[in-house]
């Protein structure tokens, strides 16, 4: 009842306001100048369904929610991928803030969060499960909250006003997994079901991470921003300093303060975590055909977002049409000369600020994403390595048909560079995790996998269309790999491919512990001494062993290579079957399947 009387309070205004404003831009605008408004409000028109509308019940919506939810417990649930949540906070949230702020100064104002985080454990994780022991209630267990700086970060009148404002604008809670869950609005007593309550708590780890990211994010900015707003001078959304009529600055006042450091926060923990909430993620997940196909790539548009929008706003903050077009605007308004000039001065200065700020986010973007995945974790990776290989591989290298350029990249950089570091990542070689493909930049990794290679061009198409048709497609997969495993007597796999990463994953790690690394086939790869106590530990948790990895990665890219040599074998002999009553054909198929078998004397 809430939710529709609200709908009928201010749908009318709304589409009046939206009326008005389309309005008001053709008249007091130029048709150059006007183009951004409008684009502003026609993608709100677009989105006026989907703010207005309630809940999509229609049998399509609720299939695609509970598909959403099947893959979140299959792919998601460990506890890596909450703690992959807090890297990315790093990449992006942290190089935002310290791009504009100064990295010193913002990592100072983070960690301090995040201890304001942690220090909240005691009292609503730990003491809720301690008194339920010694008062011996188990009930009370139910009172195990997890952190939280804005319900129990004791935090000043200042930050407190903050943080409730952050909660009351539903700011927290804007996260993937209530996104994917489903849990955003809706009626209460449709996310207070058992089953709900089920769902909240398998997807817990991962909804706290992306809260306790969002809590330190926005409370950080608004610090931050808070005060420089208080030190600076109010500016024009041009970028001029805006001044009295005695020509003095004006500054903000507290409250004044207050307001814009909120929307600055919100804006930065917008661009850098991601706004989940309907009305405003891409109306491309909107759609619920292409939602299930896309399910998980909104995370993969704002990372590619960020680092292309610091590259361009850092080798081109602004264009000299842009301040000829706003020295025009000024002398219309009849302003003096000098006072023109010094409005453009200032301008300059802004924009040439806004240059330096976003190089200085792009350092930190790529910085942090190669301390954890190294050169291959870089944007565009795909196109720098065969780059490398054609500049430096030998030629005997060159001509091998089994040369791939990635396993050459890290041969290369093994031999060359001292080690793996420099290509996956010195964090990843440390700890000795995989980790290099999930913080990935690159677009291919992002948005498009190669499928399994067919020398068949049909069957090559199919694959491809396969590997890309979405998380949900591949769960589906996944379930008929495994009956395909139970036929074969691989029990225990068949079960890790269908259960939840949650209690997959140590089942991965009990495996190899005792059993070590082995091939469908029975071949082993890694004995069980191979691995190490951590090792297994980091796999209990869904990170892979870096070991176990660039074992399989090298194996499956040498596989295309190696397919294309059997079936040019194939292409040999066939044509030596079709021309055995042709002299002169067969002399020529003998001499090409000579040559082929000189090159590779092993298949003979």
Known sequence: ????????????????????????VGEFF??????????????????????????DKSLLAKASGTAGSLVFFTMLSSPFTALLNTIG????????????????????????????YWATTPSRTFKPVAESVTKLKPGLMLNMQFPSIVEGGKLSPLLQRAADRFVNDGQIN????NDIFDLTDRPSELYTTRYQIVKKVLGGLFHQSERANREVALL???ELEYERLLNEPKRSTSGYIMRDANGDPINYTPDEAFEEAINEATSIAGLTLGDFSRQMKSRLFSNVPLSVILKFKQYAIMATYNYIRALQLGVKPFSKKEIEELRKLLASQQLSQTEIDRRIKEVEEFKSDIGSQSRKELAGILGVTFLFGGLEAMPFFWIVAPVLAAMLATDDEKEDELFEYVNWFRNWAST?????????????????GSISERVSLDPKNMFYRDGRYSPDMVEGVIQDVIANAGPVFGMGVNWLEAIKMVNEGHYQRAMEKVMPALFAKPLQAYRLKT?????????????????????????????QPEMVALKQKSAIEAKTPEQKVLAKEKAILDRLWLERDNDSGYL?????????????????
Request: charged letters at 25%; zero cysteines.
């Open 89 to 116: 906070f790093a990449v992006f949230a942290g190089s935002k803030l310290g791009g504009k702020y100064g990295y010193a100064k913002a990592s100072e104002i983070m960690l301090k969060n995040m201890g304001r």
């Open 588 to 604: 020529t198929a003998i001499e090409r399947a000579e040559k082929f078998y000189e090159q590779y004397p092993e298949l003979l």
């Open 220 to 222: 950080s900015a608004f």
């Open 174 to 177: 804007i996260s993937l997994t």
């Open 30 to 55: 130029s048709p150059k100048a006007s183009a951004p408004y409008m684009d502003s409000i026609n993608e709100l028109e677009a989105r006026t369904k989907t703010i207005l509308s309630a809940e």
């Open 1 to 24: 009842s809430a939710y529709q009387s609200a709908r009928f309070k201010y749908s009318e205004d709304f589409i009046n306001n939206i009326n008005k404003a389309r309005d008001y």
């Open 416 to 432: 060359w560079l001292g080690g793996m570091s420099f290509a996956r990542g010195p964090v990843s070689e440390i700890v000795g």
């Open 515 to 543: 059993e070590g690394l082995k091939t469908k086939g029975g071949v082993e790869q890694f004995a069980p001494e191979d691995f190490s106590g951590w090792v297994i530990a980091m796999q209990a948790i869904g990170l």
